[in-house]
């Protein structure tokens, strides 16, 4: 098993170009969570999903979209890259409602320039 | 207005001893608790927990507390090694099962 993983591990930007990280996991998990993480704090959630097709917001969702067309991916989307989105972005995937663990991927580091 | 605090940035162990890693929380509806652990260019990794039933839940050489009534929780390894180098995030589960995060402890264990 794979577990949960992130497409690309690196981009650079520039301010004003989009793009779409890639989470992928094969554990069968219902829910889905894409967090950034910034220098001196801890992860803030951004969008999470319960299920295949259901999206929600976090913590931080401003600037980013997400899609959850197949239960086993978790897409985040960057319509228009702004230098305050420099950040690395992890995705996450929980098994069930009773479970309590979520299971990280490696990261995506995002500079915009 | 930060829920979950770990004040402490970092921390410096000898290899041996006892590493304490703190963590405090506001919000009274948080009732599962969770460490995990952060190697660089890596993504966390899940170590222990505890619901807030519990008091105590020891794993090997890693051990956490819970005291609620002063919102703190804590996290024991003991005996300290070189591997467990490593940034140690604690994470307060409220009832929605939404995960919110402490800012870290870089932990470094000295040969």
């Known amino acids: 098993n794979a577990g949960v993983t992130q497409t690309p591990k690196f981009r650079v930007l520039k301010t004003g170009q989009s793009m779409t990280l890639l989470c992928a996991q094969d554990m069968n998990h219902e829910y889905m969570y894409w967090y950034r993480q910034d220098p001196g704090m801890g992860l803030r959630l951004i969008h999470y999903s319960v299920g295949e097709g259901t999206t929600a917001k976090g913590e931080v969702p401003d600037g980013y979209n997400v899609s959850r067309l197949k239960k086993q991916n978790f897409l985040l989307g960057l319509e228009s890259a702004a230098p305050s989105q420099t950040s690395v972005y992890f995705c996450?995937?929980?098994?069930?409602?009773?479970?309590?663990?979520?299971?990280f991927g490696p990261g995506t580091r995002l500079l915009v320039l | 207005d930060q829920q979950v605090k770990q004040n402490s940035p970092s921390l410096s162990v000898q290899e041996g001893r006892i590493s304490i890693l703190n963590c405090d929380y506001t919000n009274s509806m948080f009732d599962y608790f969770l460490w995990y652990k952060k190697y660089p260019a890596e993504g966390p990794t899940f170590l222990i927990s505890i619901s807030s039933i519990k008091d105590k839940n020891e794993d090997g050489r890693f051990t956490v507390f819970l005291n609620k009534s002063a919102k703190h929780l804590s996290l024991h390894i003991v005996p300290s090694q070189p591997g467990d180098s490593a940034v140690y995030f604690c994470a307060a589960s409220d009832t929605a099962r939404q995960l919110t995060f402490g800012s870290g402890t870089q932990l470094t264990v000295l040969p």
């Open positions: 996450a995937s929980r098994g069930t409602a009773k479970s309590e663990t979520q299971y």
